[in-house]
Nanobody
Framework: QVQLVESGGGLVTPGGSLRLSCAASGTIFRLLTMAWYRQAPGKQRELVAS???????NYADSVQGRFFISRDNAKNTVYLQMNSLKPEDTAVYYC?????????WGQGTQVTVSS
């Protein structure tokens, strides 16, 4: 059973930075594509960034150049470095992976960007 646990959310002022972490267990982490999604109030969940086992990355247009996804296979952890944060980045951020045709999600971590 794959388990994902996020951490690192919080309140930050516009222009600030945060780093989210997602620790995975119950799986062969190094083989998986890992992703970060977010969901703002009243909006659909959207893909923010993803990273393959080969470390190929993909970003939503809205975060390109500001957010950076990385992974540490020795720690079974994926990170999301978020810079130049904007109020519109406010959302619950979820870690995601897919294994055996099934999606797995973490519990989510709240990121609030406000002055």
């Amino acid at each position: 059973q794959v388990q994902l646990v996020e951490s690192g959310g919080g309140l930050v002022t516009p222009g600030g930075s945060l780093r989210l972490s997602c620790a995975a267990s119950g799986t062969i982490f190094r083989l998986l594509t890992m992703a970060w999604y977010r969901q703002a109030p009243g909006k659909q969940r959207e893909l923010v960034a993803s990273i393959t086992f080969a470390r190929n990355t993909n970003y939503a247009d809205s975060v390109q150049g500001r957010f950076f996804i990385s992974r540490d296979n020795a720690k079974n952890t994926v990170y999301l470095q978020m810079n130049s944060l904007k109020p519109e980045d406010t959302a619950v951020y979820y870690c995601n992976t897919r294994q055996d045709l099934k999606n797995y999600w973490g519990q989510g971590t709240q990121v609030t960007v406000s002055s």
